[in-house]
């Protein structure tokens, strides 16, 4: 893959200037590092999906950024759009050399080091909803500004998407839940700022948790996730596989990855999978 080529189009909004690619390999692309390769294109329809049709070919550690995604995917399916370069749209590829039940923290641990990142560089606190979005305080509002997708890529390897709106304006919202950047009052919106401190933020973090075989609580990344969940201590609903609902109390995160809630009944039941509902705030 090679760097997308100058186009009239790229600097159609001057508060949305372009990605430094080239600042950004040199930056990113060093020997013994993760990040092997470094592309940004102008415009595709998945990063995810780029990479994943690839992954067999190319090292770990690709990285993929595309100015604009025409077919953005979340969890479920649903569609991912925002305007070009108004956000930051990239995925990686990984080969973690850890035993593969450990692989379900990938997300978790994704979302852990993009607020990590992303709270230094842009002075903006972010917190996580389990299993992979990314939420920010807007007029005292949370909203979503972020999402995570994991998917398996190739023979050994797995692909991760994220997604930021970056200075995405109130009246560019797909939703009303949606947020960014911008409208929580972040002290930086400089993309090539941001996309640096989330990727030496995530080489970390993956670093230290493949070389502790993948255990989370060895590498620090259970305690972490927890210390930054929104979800525990909350109400939440959980739409499950087979039309299941439950409904209860988040109190957990286990070494599994699994979302923990305790129902009326005083059991407690472990979620790998499904759609959560915060139905009610913290304590």
């Known amino acids: 893959m090679t760097s997308s080529q100058d186009s009239a189009g790229r600097w159609s909004d001057l508060d949305r200037p372009p990605l430094n690619a080239p600042s950004l390999r040199r930056a990113l692309v060093l020997p013994d590092a993760l ?135 109130e009246d560019e919202l797909p939703v009303p839940t949606a947020g960014s950047l911008l409208l929580a009052d972040a002290v930086s919106t400089d993309r090539d700022t941001l996309l640096r401190a989330i990727l030496r933020s995530l080489e970390q973090w993956y670093g230290d948790w493949v070389r502790a075989g993948g255990d989370p609580a060895a590498s620090g990344l259970q305690e972490a996730y927890g210390a930054g969940c929104a979800t525990l201590g909350r109400r939440v609903r959980a739409d499950l596989p087979g039309e299941r609902m439950l409904e209860g109390e988040a109190v957990a995160v286990d070494e599994d990855g699994r979302l923990v809630v305790a129902t009326e009944g005083g059991g407690t039941e472990a979620v790998a999978a499904g759609d959560i509902v915060h139905v009610r705030a913290a304590d």
């Open 35 to 169: 990040w092997t390769s470094f592309d940004v294109v102008e415009s595709t329809g998945s990063t995810n999906s780029d990479l994943a049709a690839r992954a067999d070919e190319l090292p770990e550690g690709a990285v993929l950024v595309a100015e604009e995604q025409t077919s953005g995917r979340g969890r479920l399916d649903r569609s991912w759009v925002a305007p070009a370069r108004s956000g930051l749209f990239l995925s990686v590829l990984l080969k973690p050399a850890v035993p593969t039940h450990h692989w379900g923290w990938l997300p978790l641990l994704t979302g852990v080091a993009a607020a990590n990142g992303l709270a230094k560089a842009a002075g903006t606190d972010l917190s996580l909803k389990w299993p992979n979005d990314l939420l920010v305080n807007v007029a005292g509002e949370e909203r979503k500004a972020g999402g995570i997708l994991a998917e398996r890529a190739g023979k050994d390897g797995v692909v991760v998407g994220l997604g930021i709106n970056v200075t995405l304006r």
